[in-house]
């Protein structure tokens, strides 16, 4: 950092910025802006194929509320939320469907994948031949949640790590992503 | 002028198409992945057909490569709400081949867990259906009412939802000391809990006007498809198994089979409502006189049924379950079959939805009960 | 009836199939010839009216494939097991008795997909639970490298 002349800017540097000594501190405080109010802000999208699914109505209900976390509502169409919690076992023929809602949520978009069902196949790891073992051979996951099925509390803490990986991403710092 | 509008009215000239709709396997209301192709004209059902398959696991075709304590394990997952019926109609079935008699303590103890499971599932029943029907309120205080039963679960076997508690020869462990006593305040509490449930949805105006006289399902149509439970109760169909043929400690008690004569969906509702306090009822018959004893029987370490067929069948929250095991003698079993209610349930849906609107179809699969794993397997 | 009252009934009326007293129920294996003319004869026969198909299963056994159907009586309160054997693995092919108990139609879909039964009569058969490009995964020689993971 520092004051930097003409000739020694590089492609990720900001011209006006990074002149004055200092200047990428705007950024940072914006980045963590951004970040803060998106992070409190995720409304799950309803997705429960199996027993996880109970528990995830569990959490959404009074003694475990989800929504003082800022996981508000359970949208019901993929165009108004922003995560998916894959609460369930994936089938070969439910692949493609998960897919294609995953690619209907609008960027950014996060996963949690809840249950031993969703991480890796669960109790139908050995000798079915019609589970998927594991969501992530579908969908990128950014959060696994073991347990079978895992304690609304587990959950919860899912939903703080979430928070917390969403509070580390960098958005005006980079300008160019490669 | 006045002719076109006439003709726009009576609708002479305007010529309508039937056009598909589908209900796909994410949607709102929470069954499960159920894809329903509903066949349109205007806002009328012409035809329903379901297409499941999305959630089958090959259970069955697992089971013929496990021991059988590890079989039971995999029915909690059929139909998750009433696991402790799942567990105990595959241990029933293991021990009526084995001629093995439990002691009288195993027996009342699975029976309480049963009654508090349908309980827990009708709860979660009467909170989906009431979101179904537009009646958010209904799912807060079902399920707030729903945690007391799951904390009495946790206490003795160590899970909320999927209990697997019952073995062959018995249960895993005994009950916690605090677990009569838990019990008899629960019940104290749940009995002022049930009216304020009626005053919410049952006796609601708009409620009864949704599904009084929806989707009627008479009785010989019943006894054909095979719909049993409280939908088929409700149609007149008497296939209470706890009545007919009965298990565990069922034998001990007094309690009414409600019937319906209607068939329809309010029918259903109400039905489901009454059987909560027969179970309120039966687990108050048998609280208190749990038998000092054992809480299981030695068996042999692998279990190996003798070469044979044998079927077993419960009744659990949505209906008659079976178990059919042929062994050939083996410890792992030759083929198993899981007979579940919800799979001859749904394919009654078709026949009783012609004519009715969409949002009558709505209140006709609210009132069925379905839970799609049962169905898929 | 009971038990035996059922067994001497049946061996009387049809004295070529066997008709005996399996672990619970009493049990009795049809020829496919006559498989259809004697269900129909089960659900009308006003002594026996076995008006409820509780079950209907496939097996798959080393020579044939089985299906067995679990009947009761709402009336009577009597419960029979009546098992039904193909003729060989290859083209198995049965009577479908979808318009007597309209509830067979979806078992017998279930069976044509998990064991690859073909029910002659059926209104409509269709592959519920898998696609055109599965094998048929109940039976023994199932094999599946790709999707199965073997203990």
């Given at each position: 950092m520092g004051i930097k002349k003409n000739k020694e800017f590089e492609i990720n540097d900001f011209p006006i910025l990074d002149q004055y000594e200092g200047g990428s501190i705007i950024l940072t405080q914006l980045d963590a802006l951004l970040n803060w109010s998106r992070a409190n802000s995720v409304w799950p999208l309803t997705f429960g194929t199996r027993c996880c699914a109970i528990e995830f109505m569990a959490v959404g209900a009074s003694r475990h509320d989800m929504a003082r976390f800022g996981y508000e509502v359970a949208r019901a169409s993929p165009r108004q939320a922003d995560m998916i919690i894959i609460s369930g076992s994936i089938n070969y023929k439910m692949a493609p469907v998960l897919k294609r809602l995953y690619?209907?949520?609008?960027?950014?978009?996060?996963?949690?994948?809840?249950?031993?069902?969703?991480?890796?196949?669960?109790?139908?790891?050995?000798?079915?031949?019609?589970?998927?073992?594991?969501?992530?051979?579908?969908?990128?996951?950014?959060?696994?949640?073991?347990?079978?099925?895992?304690?609304?509390?587990?959950?919860?803490?899912?939903?703080?790590?979430?928070?917390?990986?969403?509070?580390?991403?960098?958005?005006?710092?980079?300008?160019i992503k490669k | 002028m006045a002719e076109i509008i006439e003709k726009f009215i009576t609708g002479d000239e305007i010529k309508t198409?039937?056009?598909?709709?589908?209900?796909?396997?994410?949607?709102?209301?929470?069954?499960?992945?159920?894809?329903?192709?509903?066949?349109?004209?205007?806002?009328?059902?012409?035809?329903?057909?379901?297409?499941?398959?999305?959630?089958?696991?090959?259970?069955?075709?697992?089971t013929e490569a496990l021991s059988y304590p590890q079989v039971i394990h995999l029915t909690d997952r059929m139909d998750y709400l009433s696991a402790h019926m799942n567990n105990e109609a595959v241990c029933l079935c293991i021990e009526n081949a084995l001629q093995v008699e439990v002691p009288e303590r195993v027996k009342y103890i699975r029976t309480i867990f049963d009654e508090l499971q349908r309980l827990a599932s009708h709860q979660l029943w009467w909170c989906a259906s009431g979101m179904d029907l537009g009646a958010l309120t209904a799912?807060?205080?079902?399920?707030?009412?729903?945690?007391?039963?799951?904390?009495?679960?946790?206490e003795t076997c160590g899970a909320r939802l999927t209990l697997n508690y019952s073995v062959p020869g018995g249960v895993m462990f005994d009950i916690h000391p605090d677990f009569q006593r838990k019990v008899k305040e629960f019940v104290k509490k749940f009995k002022k809990k049930i009216p304020e449930y009626d005053k919410l949805l049952t006796g609601n105006i708009i409620f009864q006007n949704r599904t009084k006289g929806v989707g009627i399902l008479s009785k010989e149509d019943a006894i054909a498809f095979g719909v049993t439970g409280p939908t088929g109760r409700a149609s007149g169909f008497s296939c209470d198994i706890r009545k007919h043929h009965p298990y565990s400690a069922y034998p001990y008690i007094k309690f009414d089979e409600k019937l319906g004569t209607d068939g329809d969906s309010f029918m259903r509702w109400k039905l489901r409502m009454d059987e909560m306090r027969?179970?309120?009822?039966?687990?108050?018959?048998?609280?208190?006189?749990?038998?000092?004893?054992?809480?299981?029987?030695?068996?042999?370490?692998?279990?190996?049924?003798?070469?044979?067929?044998?079927?077993?069948?419960?009744?659990?929250?949505?209906?008659?379950?079976?178990v059919y095991i042929i062994s050939d003698g083996k410890k792992n079993p030759y083929r198993i079959k899981f007979r579940s209610p919800?799979?001859?349930?749904?394919?009654?849906?078709?026949?009783?939805?012609?004519?009715?609107?969409?949002?009558?179809?709505?209140?006709?699969m609210a009132t069925f009960d379905l839970v799609i794993p049962d169905i898929d397997r | 009836m009971t038990n035996e009252q059922l067994i001497e009934h049946l061996s009387k009326a049809y004295p070529d199939e066997v008709a005996l007293q399996g672990n619970q129920y009493p049990e009795i294996t049809v020829s496919r010839e006559i498989l259809h003319a004697f269900m129909q004869n089960m659900k009308s026969d006003s002594n026996l009216s076995f008006d409820y198909l509780v079950c209907?299963?496939?097996?798959?056994?080393?020579?044939?494939?089985?299906?067995?159907?679990?009947?009761?009586?709402?009336?009577?309160?009597?419960?029979?097991?009546?098992?039904?054997?193909?003729?060989?693995?290859?083209?198995?092919?049965?009577?479908?008795?979808?318009?007597?108990?309209p509830t067979a139609e979806f078992h017998e879909d279930e069976i044509f997909d998990l064991l690859g039964i073909k029910f002659n009569n059926h209104p409509h058969l269709r592959r519920l639970f898998l696609d055109e490009t599965w094998g048929f995964p109940l039976r023994k020689d199932f094999y599946d490298d790709i999707h199965v993971v073997e203990r």
């Open positions: 690619d209907q949520i609008a960027d950014p978009k996060y996963v949690i994948a809840m249950g031993a069902c969703a991480v890796s196949g669960g109790p139908f790891f050995y000798n079915s031949y019609s589970i998927v073992k594991g969501a992530d051979h579908v969908i990128p996951v950014d959060v696994y949640v073991p347990g079978c099925p895992p304690r609304p509390e587990a959950l919860l803490y899912a939903f703080l790590q979430l928070q917390k990986k969403i509070k580390r991403e960098k958005n005006f710092k980079t300008r | 198409d039937e056009y598909l709709v589908n209900m796909g396997p994410q949607h709102p209301s929470t069954h499960g992945v159920l894809r329903l192709l509903v066949k349109l004209e205007g806002e009328i059902v012409h035809n329903v057909e379901p297409h499941i398959g999305y959630i089958h696991s090959g259970i069955e075709k697992m799912f807060f205080y079902g399920l707030r009412d729903r945690e007391d039963i799951l904390d009495i679960f946790e027969e179970s309120l009822h039966i687990i108050e018959q048998l609280i208190d006189n749990i038998p000092e004893g054992d809480y299981g029987v030695k068996m042999k370490a692998v279990i190996k049924l003798p070469e044979g067929e044998f079927y077993q069948r419960v009744e659990t929250a949505r209906g008659e379950f079976g919800g799979f001859s349930n749904l394919f009654a849906i078709n026949h009783i939805a012609k004519g009715w609107k969409i949002a009558d179809l709505v209140a006709i | 209907e299963s496939g097996v798959d056994y080393p020579a044939f494939l089985q299906v067995v159907y679990h009947l009761e009586s709402t009336t009577h309160k009597h419960f029979l097991v009546v098992k039904s054997n193909t003729e060989n693995r290859e083209t198995p092919a049965l009577d479908s008795v979808s318009d007597i108990w």
